[in-house]
């Protein structure tokens, strides 16, 4: 049902918003069309059977990374986690099946075996608020840390090094290992998964993007939740692990703090629990700074990265490939780039916007922090589409050696499967820029049309919501014309 907003008459708020309420997007409850799948995720052993084959790539990945040749284009490490991962996760993983990579990753699987002590079994007893015996001093997270702040800042500082990160075998295991690491110490000192929900670089963009995600979990019935005495989708029970993202579902409404991990499904004792799946970008609320800052730096990176790989300026490249150029004070120029655009230009472009959208508006009651905070969502979409583009030519490029590194996964001379020698060759280069087009238009294409969701959201009359969406929408249309440009040319 469409949204009805009269010109001439102003709605009050409560009527607006049970309009937009009654806007009940359409949902497919996976676990209910198919009862084997819904069989397969109440299983003790889905988890487990998801990290396995990703448990013994990345193994593979980090032998090959200290061991193997360091030449980038010839080591696993390399090909697999900069070309081949990094494509599936954002153009296919996060857009579909939201963090279903967090089902999978191998990173936090020791922190929690060390929690759990088993691999398969639900332990039964008390830790805290749980009703499942954990191990490890099980302390809570501080509360001033409970935001993604610190995922933004150590993101943006592994890209700032991103030059040396996805061409140095050595370096790429380096990282890799090191989170390990930080994953086991902090699951040994922190309940639950303090490390993903807080601390992993990775999440803050896996968190911000799959919202737009065609895949969520989420309560059958809050009603049902509102009744139910146990709650034991977050406390645990003797079918399930307590939410260890810390998430109670009578509340979930965003898909952000969910890894896909489906023990709520297992522990919900009223059968609750749907696999929905939903149309792309159905959740359109930024809930604070922390989120919409992540934006911003997703979105500054994707345009660095698009001026540096794509553009002409080799002297920018140069800065940021100081360690094979010598060019450290370069380096500190693109650094200092880099953070301040991300952190505070793009922010502040967008302020502006904002106070213009408010000003516009005619409306007194809309803070400009409001507009800032509801209408930084349109960069979601924006951003996504713009990493999918970005990302695109690694896979059309690049994915040649994919074939080759399966067979020679070290660069030792091995010929595995009888490819190593699959000589280096584009995939379609002549169609990759209307792709990538396609692909820009459809990100802004999604940001001005849940922009429009917002501002009904926002504002009291249609006439203040279409008023407020003409600088939200120039900006929108700059960033794309902005992406155009450095694609194209
Ligand atoms: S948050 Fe990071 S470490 Fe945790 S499961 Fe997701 S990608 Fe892996
Ligand atoms: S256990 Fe099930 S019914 Fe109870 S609150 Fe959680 S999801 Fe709702
Ligand atoms: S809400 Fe359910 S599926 Fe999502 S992380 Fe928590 S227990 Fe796992």
Redo the contacts with the bound molecule.
Sequence with gaps: MRIQIKSKKPDSDEQVLTNIWKKQEPRIDLLKKFPILDKFVKSRYFQNLLILPSLIVFYMILIAGFFGTPVGNKNIAIVFTWILWWFLLIAILVPFAS?IW??MCPLPFFGELAQRLTFFRVREGKTGPLKNKMFGLNRKWPRFLKNIWVQNISFLALCTFSAVLVTRPFVTAMVLGSMIILGILFALVYRL?VFCSYICPVSGFLSLYSMTSTLE?RSRSTDECKKCKSKS??TGNEK????????Y?GK?ERNN?????????K?CPNDN?ALNLRPFASETKIKSFDEAWKGFIMLGLAMAYSIILLGTNGQIKDWANALETGMWTGFLKYSGILWSSSLLLLPAVFLGFSFLSKLISGNKEVSVKEVFLNYSYVIVPLGLLSWIAFSLPLIFVNGSYIISVISDPMGWGWDLFGTAGFHWQPLLPEYLVYIQIILLTTGLYFAMTRAKTISERLFNTRKQAIRSLIPISLFSLIVCFAFLRFFVG
Aim: aromatic share 14%.
């Design positions: 963090r967090c089902a998964r979990v989708c977050i399930g692990y307590g939410c260890p993202w810390f998430i579902m979930h703090y969910c890894g896909l991990c489906m023990e709520c499904v522990s629990i």
